[in-house]
């Protein structure tokens, strides 16, 4: 299993970031804001190739990592690590690009897929997005080369809205959004 971080002392740490956003439970799993602490938690989950084979394609350096994983780009990109039994199993974040919502993204360690996890912390994440932020619009953007990836978004909830073709500097993917008002889940 991953190595937990040699960081500051874990229950500090949660303190600290509770300030910064809160943790949401999921069925089975915890979403642990992250912070510069967990670089070394970090550092080993992307460096997995199970992982960063399905994202980014190689491993991060500390400088992304740092830059773009811990907090860094917060309020507007919020990074959680996802947590079992305080284990570090994957990784998730939500952006805000406007004031109608933004999207997600989730990746989970290869040991854990298929248990049920992702789902469990995809529905956490909708739930809070809604209840607690307001969200009318919620995303993803599954790469159109992983189906899997649009399989899975599928069946958990997320519609396909369309297929984008012409996004400068990025494949095709497709706009997935989730269908249901929050009073309707
Ligand atoms: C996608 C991912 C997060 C799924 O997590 P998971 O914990 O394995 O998924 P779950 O066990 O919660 O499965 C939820 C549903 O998705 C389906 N699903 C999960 N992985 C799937 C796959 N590879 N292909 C097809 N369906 C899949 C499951 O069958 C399940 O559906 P069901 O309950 O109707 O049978 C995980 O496989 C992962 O991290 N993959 C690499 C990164 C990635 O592709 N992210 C998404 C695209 S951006």
Redesign the pocket.
């Known amino acids: 299993m991953l190595r937990k971080t040699n960081g500051s002392e874990p229950a500090a740490r949660a303190t600290m970031t509770a300030m910064v956003h809160p943790a949401i439970e999921a069925v089975g799993a915890l979403l642990r804001p992250t912070d510069d602490g967990d670089l070394a938690t970090l550092r080993s989950f992307f460096d997995d190739p199970g992982?960063h084979e399905?994202?980014g394609g190689r491993p991060l350096t500390d400088h992304e990592i740092l830059a773009k994983y811990t907090g860094k780009r917060a309020p507007a990109v919020q990074c959680f690590i996802v947590e079992e039994d305080r284990n570090p199993i994957?990784f998730m974040q939500y952006h805000q690009s406007d004031d109608r919502g933004g999207g997600l993204?989730?990746?989970?360690?290869?040991v854990?897929?298929?248990?049920?996890?992702?789902?469990?912390v995809?529905l956490a994440m909708v739930d809070y997005l809604q209840s607690a932020r307001g969200w009318q619009l919620i995303t993803?953007?599954?790469?159109a080369s992983?189906?899997?990836?649009?399989?899975?978004?599928e069946?958990?909830g997320f519609e396909p809205a369309r297929l984008v073709e012409d996004e400068p500097g990025r494949p095709p993917y497709w706009l997935m959004k989730w269908p249901h008002e929050a009073s309707g889940r």
């Open positions: 992982v399905q994202w994957g993204d989730l990746v989970l360690h290869p854990v897929r298929g248990r049920g996890l992702g789902r469990a995809v993803v953007d599954p790469e992983n189906p899997r990836g649009v399989d899975f978004w069946r958990v």
